[in-house]
């Protein structure tokens, strides 16, 4: 069975902190996703990474993939109020048909 | 530009009935899945489809029916609901199996009493 752990589960900063939330496994995946969630909403995706070490970055946001693709990070850059949400990692792999799992989401709030 | 859409988006259920989730996409993706979210364990993945005519179980399964006769539709039944199947259920769906951009609903809040 493939799990998914995020750490912290919560995390609370001042805005202009720097964070990041880590997505570990002890399986491989095909590709990991990272998903935000407002409240009362469905996930949004953020991005999707597919490469061993692969590194992307969305304006403060920026993506790692493990280079054994067990693992992940997303960090942010000085984190503003806007970025309060819920953070989900998700994993697939094609031995595991098509089965994509979540994590158990980090709940960030940043205050002013 | 509908998407995913659910129906019912609140419902109350007494121990023992049994309802169906609606769950419908217009994008035309092969891909459809659903799962419930209770706080602190993320998403949870009950049933997923690859394609009409193919459904396989997730994580947690039990107590929960799905069939997939359309490409578009995806309705997910409970057979006899019990207080542990309270929950928010999110019915999903993505044009490819693994990589692909999921598209969710906006959830349905069920409450077993």
């Known amino acids: 069975t493939q799990l998914l752990e995020q750490s912290p589960q919560f995390l609370s900063i001042q805005e202009g902190e720097n964070l990041t939330v880590y997505c570990n496994s002890s399986?491989?995946?095909?590709?990991l996703q990272w998903y935000r969630q407002e409240p009362g909403e469905g996930p949004v995706l953020l991005v999707t990474?597919?490469?061993?070490?692969e590194v992307k970055k969305l304006k403060r946001l920026t993506f790692q993939f493990g280079d054994a693709r067990k693992d992940s990070s997303l960090h942010i850059t000085a984190a503003q109020t806007g970025d309060t949400g819920l953070y989900l990692c998700?994993?697939?792999?094609?031995?595991?048909?098509?089965?994509?799992?979540f994590g158990q989401g980090t709940e960030l709030s940043v205050k002013p | 530009n509908a998407g995913v859409t659910q129906t019912p988006k609140f419902q109350v259920l007494k121990t023992g009935q049994s309802m169906t989730l609606q769950c419908a996409q217009d994008?035309?993706?092969?891909?459809m899945s659903w799962y419930r979210q209770d706080p602190g364990m993320g998403l949870r993945l009950i049933h997923y489809?690859?394609?009409?005519?193919?459904?396989d179980q997730g994580e947690v399964p039990n107590g929960y029916n799905v069939s997939r006769s359309t490409t578009e539709d995806f309705p997910l039944r409970l057979l006899s609901a019990a207080p542990s199947q309270t929950s928010v259920y999110f019915c999903?769906?993505?044009?490819?199996?693994?990589?692909?951009?999921?598209?969710f609903g906006e959830g349905s809040r069920l409450t077993v009493l």
């Open positions: 489809s690859v394609g009409a005519g193919i459904t």
């Open positions: 399986s491989v995946f095909s590709s």
């Open positions: 994008m035309n993706h092969e891909y």
């Open positions: 990474v597919v490469t061993g070490g």
């Open positions: 998700a994993g697939g792999s094609y031995n595991q048909g098509g089965k994509l799992i």
């Open positions: 999903a769906s993505s044009q490819t199996i693994i990589g692909g951009e999921l598209f």
